[in-house]
């Protein structure tokens, strides 16, 4: 592991890294992962998304691209792109 992310490093899934100097915190990292899958309108999203990261069993520093893809692919979530209307809205 490069040295310059094990300094100062948060464990386990308390922040999720946006570059080697920017991280969210978890709860940051849910917030933007619900508005960029569009779903806000699933009961208890919150809760279903933390308790999937709990399973989650990759090692710090995790980024979230990778956080992201595993989430995805975990719940079968997809991005929506907000200029671009979801191909079952056409």
């Known amino acids: 592991m490069r040295e310059d992310l094990v300094i100062n490093q948060v464990g386990g899934?308390?922040?999720?890294?946006?570059?080697?100097?920017?991280?969210y915190q978890l709860?940051?990292?849910i917030g933007q992962y619900?508005?960029?899958?569009?779903?806000r309108s699933i009961p208890n999203i919150n809760d279903i998304l933390r308790s999937t990261l709990?399973?989650?069993?990759?090692?710090?520093?995790?980024?979230?691209?990778?956080?992201n893809a595993w989430i995805d692919k975990t719940l079968?979530?997809?991005?929506?792109?907000?200029?671009?209307?979801?191909l079952d809205d056409i």
């Open 76 to 86: 079968g979530y997809r991005a929506s792109h907000p200029d671009f209307p979801s």
């Open 54 to 67: 709990a399973a989650y069993s990759g090692k710090p520093p995790v980024m979230v691209n990778e956080l």
């Open 34 to 39: 619900i508005k960029t899958r569009n779903l």
């Open 13 to 23: 899934l308390e922040c999720v890294y946006l570059s080697l100097t920017e991280r």
């Open 27 to 29: 709860d940051c990292f």
